[in-house]
């Protein structure tokens, strides 16, 4: 078993499936970046930030890229960009700019958004067209349409090319900016067979993360035209998102982007295997199409979210909660496939001692979600998300479990 942490004895090692973003970078990466010529990027002088923003962007058919600490920051440099205070935006209900930025869209840009009901986290051509307001003083002015590919409340359900032409079509018809919250855009290239140079025309901004399945530690690139990334430059600076020696973090994004494309698959493929495992046990009420690297699923009446989470903690693998009674599991390139076989063995254990089930009492989170919809307009599109805990270095000295306060809330 390969393990989450990699380090001390067997015992110690974790399998970590809350989130693609608990991903260490590999051998080959470490050396790219201890190699990286390096610069200082807010006078413009780090050449691996160059070279990294100068890929990216010819990647996509994009005029220049923007190199930020977060897919946060490049999707709200990115809305403040396109909008003006009293704006609206159109997104979906469960969409990661809406749910889990903070508030960025009020604090950093008063905008308005406006919410259509998503099929896991997809909207439509048609749905948009119908909610762009007509030209009133009572009405925002209707700006910007965000599309989130894959949709991370949606399960990693990814768009087809045809919906985003035809949203893309729209938008250019009406007037609208078209903004593409891309944080595991790569996932959807390599399962639905489209790419970056399909992509890229369709979309006034695209913002990729690195540092998802991609691996790195850190890092997220904003896309867009020449004068686009000049003004989102100006508002980077602003957000404190400036970096000087950024250059040993590009050059593992450039080696990400070179090399760690095509194994997104078998983070598919591992993640198709555990929804499959899931469906067959007693304790799971629905499981989520597994279209990507995310399997999320509800648990069946009188079971407990949080026995199930502690029961695997116990077992060193750690899961997430989305909702009340929706639960988790993300790979991603630090599980392989004897850790897949850890995870099952473990969820098959558990129908088989009952340990996750509820309370005598029969209060149960999984009560009100178990049978469900999975990852339509329920639970998945609330508030809630995928704990975090414990530090590496904390779980390395043996002082916690990472993790500690597992399904406890974020976004990712």
Request: charged share 20%; with cysteine.
């Given at each position: 078993?390969?393990?989450?942490?990699?380090?001390?004895?067997?015992?110690?090692?974790?399998?970590?499936?809350?989130?693609?973003?608990?991903?260490?970078?590999?051998?080959?990466?470490?050396?790219?970046?201890?190699d990286a010529e390096v610069g200082d990027d807010v006078w413009g002088d780090d050449p691996t930030v160059n070279e990294l923003q100068a890929y990216a962007a010819q990647l996509?058919?994009?005029?220049?890229?923007?190199?930020?600490?977060?897919?946060?920051?490049?999707?709200?440099?990115?809305?403040?960009?396109?909008?003006?205070?009293?704006?609206?935006?159109?997104?979906?209900?469960?969409?990661?700019?809406?749910?889990?930025?903070?508030?960025?869209?009020?604090?950093?840009?008063?905008v308005q958004p406006k919410l259509l009901p998503s099929d896991r986290g997809r909207i439509s051509a048609a749905q948009i067209a119908q909610s762009i307001n007509m030209e009133?003083?009572?009405?925002?002015?209707?700006?910007?349409?965000?599309?989130?590919?894959?949709?991370?409340?949606?399960?990693?359900?990814?768009?087809?090319?045809?919906?985003?032409?035809?949203?893309?079509?729209?938008?250019?018809?009406?007037?609208?900016?078209?903004?593409?919250?891309?944080?595991?855009?790569?996932?959807?290239?390599?399962?639905?067979?489209?790419?970056?140079?399909?992509?890229?025309?369709?979309?006034?901004?695209?913002?990729?993360?690195?540092?998802?399945?991609?691996?790195?530690?850190?890092?997220?690139?904003?896309?867009?035209?020449?004068?686009?990334?000049?003004?989102?430059?100006?508002?980077?600076?602003?957000?404190?998102?400036?970096?000087?020696?950024?250059?040993?973090?590009?050059?593992?994004?450039?080696?990400?982007?070179?090399?760690?494309?095509?194994?997104?698959?078998?983070?598919?493929?591992?993640?198709?295997?555990?929804?499959?495992?899931?469906?067959?046990?007693?304790?799971?009420?629905?499981?989520?199409?597994?279209?990507?690297?995310?399997?999320?699923?509800?648990?069946?009446?009188?079971?407990?979210?949080?026995?199930?989470?502690?029961?695997?903690?116990?077992?060193?693998?750690?899961?997430?909660?989305?909702?009340?009674?929706?639960?988790?599991?993300?790979?991603?390139?630090?599980?392989?496939?004897?850790?897949?076989?850890?995870?099952?063995?473990?969820?098959?254990?558990?129908?088989?001692?009952?340990?996750?089930?509820?309370?005598?009492?029969?209060?149960?989170?999984?009560?009100?979600?178990?049978?469900?919809?999975?990852?339509?307009?329920?639970?998945?599109?609330?508030?809630?998300?995928?704990?975090?805990?414990?530090?590496?270095?904390?779980?390395?000295?043996?002082?916690?479990?990472?993790?500690?306060?597992?399904?406890?809330?974020?976004?990712?």
């Amino acid at each position: 078993m390969t393990g989450a942490s990699g380090n001390g004895s067997k015992a110690s090692k974790w399998i970590d499936l809350r989130s693609d973003t608990v991903t260490r970078p590999t051998p080959g990466m470490k050396a790219a970046m201890m190699d990286a010529e390096v610069g200082d990027d807010v006078w413009g002088d780090d050449p691996t930030v160059n070279e990294l923003q100068a890929y990216a962007a010819q990647l996509f058919g994009k005029e220049a890229a923007l190199f930020c600490p977060s897919g946060t920051m490049t999707n709200q440099i990115a809305i403040k960009v396109h909008t003006q205070p009293g704006d609206e935006l159109i997104c979906a209900d469960n969409a990661h700019i809406y749910l889990y930025e903070g508030g960025g869209i009020a604090f950093n840009s008063g905008v308005q958004p406006k919410l259509l009901p998503s099929d896991r986290g997809r909207i439509s051509a048609a749905q948009i067209a119908q909610s762009i307001n007509m030209e009133d003083s009572h009405f925002p002015t209707t700006r910007l349409v965000c599309l989130e590919n894959t949709a991370n409340k949606g399960g990693g359900a990814f768009y087809s090319l045809e919906q985003m032409q035809a949203i893309s079509t729209l938008c250019r018809e009406r007037g609208l900016r078209l903004h593409l919250d891309g944080a595991r855009l790569f996932n959807a290239f390599v399962e639905a067979g489209y790419g970056p140079g399909q992509v890229g025309p369709l979309f006034d901004s695209i913002s990729i993360c690195l540092s998802k399945g991609l691996g790195c530690p850190v890092g997220s690139l904003l896309l867009g035209t020449a004068d686009f990334i000049r003004r989102a430059h100006r508002i980077r600076k602003v957000l404190g998102g400036g970096m000087r020696q950024a250059g040993f973090l590009a050059a593992a994004g450039l080696y990400a982007l070179q090399n760690n494309v095509e194994r997104l698959r078998d983070d598919h493929r591992r993640a198709r295997r555990l929804g499959a495992v899931l469906s067959a046990l007693p304790y799971v009420g629905a499981v989520a199409p597994v279209d990507t690297n995310i399997a999320i699923f509800t648990l069946a009446q009188g079971w407990d979210a949080k026995a199930i989470v502690e029961s695997l903690k116990s077992r060193h693998i750690l899961i997430s909660t989305m909702a009340p009674g929706v639960l988790r599991l993300v790979t991603h390139l630090d599980v392989g496939d004897e850790d897949i076989d850890a995870v099952v063995d473990a969820l098959q254990q558990l129908a088989a001692t009952g340990e996750g089930k509820a309370a005598a009492d029969g209060a149960t989170a999984g009560g009100k979600a178990g049978g469900g919809a999975v990852g339509t307009q329920g639970g998945l599109n609330g508030s809630g998300g995928c704990g975090y805990g414990a530090s590496p270095a904390a779980v390395a000295s043996g002082a916690a479990a990472p993790g500690a306060n597992a399904g406890t809330g974020s976004s990712e």
